[in-house]
Nanobody, 134 residues
Framework: QVQMVESGGGLVQPGGSLRLSCAASGFTLDNYAIGWFRQAPGKEREGVSCMSGSDDFAYYTESVKGRFTISRDNAKSTVYLQMNSLKPEDTAVYYC???????????????????????????WGQGTQVTVSS
């Protein structure tokens, strides 16, 4: 049974940092596309950062470029999102997501990796709240 458990959210002051973790059990992350998404109250869910499973390609939404870093440890089946220089507009529930079909399709070159955060992801974490406020 696939389970994904997120941790690392919380309350932080503007300019602070948080590191989100997403531990997957029931499978290994090899070749999986991974992603972090967020949803703020009254807003649609958006793809924050996504990474292919076959190379080091990573996508970041414009608002987080230079501040957030996505990474993975396949041996630990864990995905991370390091968030620095946090801003109040980063406040949202953050979700991790995994998908093998997307990962394989990118590896084969059958879909555009630039749109990695826009494809359907099968497995989702429960979400962790990130609040940036003074």
């Amino acid at each position: 049974q696939v389970q994904m458990v997120e941790s690392g959210g919380g309350l932080v002051q503007p300019g602070g940092s948080l590191r989100l973790s997403c531990a997957a059990s029931g499978f290994t992350l090899d070749n999986y596309a991974i992603g972090w998404f967020r949803q703020a109250p009254g807003k649609e869910r958006e793809g924050v950062s996504c990474m292919s499973g076959s190379d080091d390609f990573a996508y970041y939404t414009e608002s987080v470029k230079g501040r957030f870093t996505i990474s993975r440890d396949n041996a630990k089946s864990t995905v991370y999102l390091q968030m620095n220089s946090l801003k109040p507009e980063d406040t949202a529930v953050y979700y991790c997501a995994l998908d093998l079909i997307v990962g394989h399709a990118i590896m084969k070159g059958s879909i555009d990796k630039a749109g990695i955060c826009t494809y359907e992801y099968d497995y989702w974490g429960q979400g962790t709240q990130v609040t940036v406020s003074s």
